[in-house]
């Protein structure tokens, strides 16, 4: 089983905070597929866990994962991280692992809230304690736990 947090940021939204030169973030487009399935899968602590390029096209298909709310952030034409809302709640947020501990994250996730109007929501696996304390960095509080059960195939 693991232990899943439930988290909510109930302060008002932060201005968006500045990329350094060589940096940008952009909407998700078609053509991003590849670069960010390359990401996703360097991200997993287990690549057998990860999305296929299938599932996340299915995924653009839902009405509340809209496109729209799926940014990526490169560096160069070098894909650093991505974010993505499902309305108010966190739905992914991922870093390079060559990029984590220099506060890109915080970054990226503050920039993606800078427009969600009222308060975030959050759900992290408790033994991913660097993503916890990213999330309790910005401002994201503990609100609830579950006990989530999960088999391996």
């Given amino acids: 089983h693991t232990l899943l947090l439930q988290l909510e940021r109930p302060l008002p939204p932060a201005a968006r905070p500045e990329w350094p030169d060589g940096w940008q973030i952009r909407g998700f487009r078609s053509d991003d597929v590849e670069a960010w399935h390359q990401l996703h899968v360097r991200v997993q602590s287990d690549p057998r866990r990860a999305w296929s390029r ?3 096209l299915r995924q653009l298909q839902d009405p509340e994962t809209p496109a729209r709310q799926f940014w990526m952030l490169w560096q160069g034409s070098q894909p650093r991280g991505y974010v993505w809302l499902k309305g ?13 501990g220099q506060r ?14 009222g308060p975030a929501s959050a759900f992290c696996d408790a033994s991913r304690e660097g993503a916890v304390k990213l999330f309790r960095r910005v401002g994201f509080v503990e609100i609830a736990r579950d006990r989530c059960l999960r088999k391996d195939l």
């Fill in 88 to 100: 108010r709640e966190v739905f992914l947020l991922a870093v390079d692992p060559d990029c984590r």
């Fill in 54 to 56: 299938e599932r996340l």
């Fill in 104 to 117: 890109i994250g915080e970054s990226l996730l503050l920039w993606a809230l800078a427009d969600c109007p």
